[in-house]
């Protein structure tokens, strides 16, 4: 079985406060996903890579970056975090078409 | 730029009731169409996959099907029960040049009365 694992479920921090996101994925797979939802939204794709150190913009990549130094890790990251970054993180990773998610992180700016 | 909408917003059904949820997308040229199910506070779990060569996909009680020409994909669950309460969604990947992305419905919400 696809294993993505997300560090944290459920994240509180305060604006201005630098924040990472953690995802690791088992299986070897060269493309993962970052993505946000939020109600009446729907989720929407912040950054993605396609291999280690290559990554490309999404469709919210503002106020975002990203690192991929491995293979199974993908990182998002908040440089400051601002209230209207409140919202649940998805992560996945895919091979050949198919996308596997993780559990997701509920992260609250203050 | 691909849309993909899903109607309805939300179902209510009793047990046992065959149903059908539906998925459309603005650009027929996808490389495959692709259902999910979300319960609450989770992420999504893919449920199947249909090619752009297909037509449908069976997985037990679920059947996706595919026609690219109208823009169109259903889901169809047999004899619901409790446990498919979640919302499903439908995703797209495109088959150009960017074609690692999905893009999402806004999803069916399920609810399967006991």
């Known amino acids: 079985d696809v294993k993505v694992t997300q560090s944290s479920r459920y994240l509180v921090k305060r604006t201005g406060e630098k924040v990472f996101l953690e995802c690791v994925q088992d299986?070897?797979?060269?493309?993962m996903f970052w993505y946000r939802q939020d109600p009446g939204l729907g989720l929407r794709l912040i950054y993605f890579s396609y291999d280690v150190k290559m990554k490309e913009k999404g469709d919210i990549p503002e106020g975002y970056s990203v690192s991929r130094e491995k293979k199974e890790r993908f990182s998002l990251i908040l440089e400051s975090a601002s209230t209207n970054q409140t919202s649940m993180y998805l992560c996945a990773s895919s091979l050949w078409g198919v996308q596997y998610f993780g559990a997701g992180t509920r992260l609250s700016v203050l | 730029k691909q849309e993909v909408t899903q109607i309805p917003a939300a179902l209510s059904v009793p047990e046992g009731e065959n149903l059908v949820l539906n998925c459309s997308f603005t650009d027929s040229a996808i490389y495959n169409l692709q259902w999910f199910r979300q319960d609450p506070g989770k992420g999504l779990t893919s449920l199947l996959l249909i090619q752009s060569s297909q037509r449908e996909q069976t997985s037990g009680r679920l059947n996706a099907s595919l026609d690219k020409s109208s823009g169109r994909s259903t889901l169809y669950i047999a004899a619901s029960q409790p446990g498919d309460s979640a919302t499903y969604l439908c995703a797209a990947r495109g088959s150009g040049g960017s074609n690692y992305k999905l893009t999402f419905g806004k999803g069916t919400l399920l609810t399967v009365n006991p």
């Open positions: 299986m070897d797979h060269e493309n």
